[in-house]
Nanobody, 118 residues
């Protein structure tokens, strides 16, 4: 059973940076995809970035120039470095782990709030 716990959210001024962390417990297995999604008030949850256990990354077009996803497989950690933040980045950021082949899973963390405001 995979479980995810996010940390690192908070209040930051426009133009600032934050680094989110996601700690995974349980067996992730080769071929799993870990990622970050976000949900702003009144909006649907959207993709930020994903990374496979093999290191392949994927980003939402609007964020790929400012956000960087990375992972430490040995520590079962996933990180999201966010730079040049704007108020439009304000949202709850969720860590996700999924695997589409047996054993399949699709697990979400509880989320961490990121607020960008002066």
């Amino acid at each position: 059973q995979v479980q995810l716990v996010e940390s690192g959210g908070g209040l930051v001024q426009p133009g600032g940076s934050l680094r989110l962390s996601c700690a995974a417990s349980g067996s992730l297995f080769s071929g799993s995809r870990l990622g970050w999604f976000r949900q702003a008030p009144g909006k649907e949850r959207e993709l930020v970035a994903t990374i496979t256990t093999g290191g392949t990354t994927n980003y939402a077009d609007s964020m790929k120039d400012r956000f960087t996803i990375s992972a430490d497989n040995a520590k079962k950690m996933v990180y999201l470095q966010m730079d040049r933040l704007t108020p439009e980045d304000t949202a709850i950021y969720y860590c996700n782990a999924r695997r589409s082949v047996t054993p399949t899973f699709n697990v979400w963390g509880q989320g961490t709030q990121v607020t960008v405001s002066s």
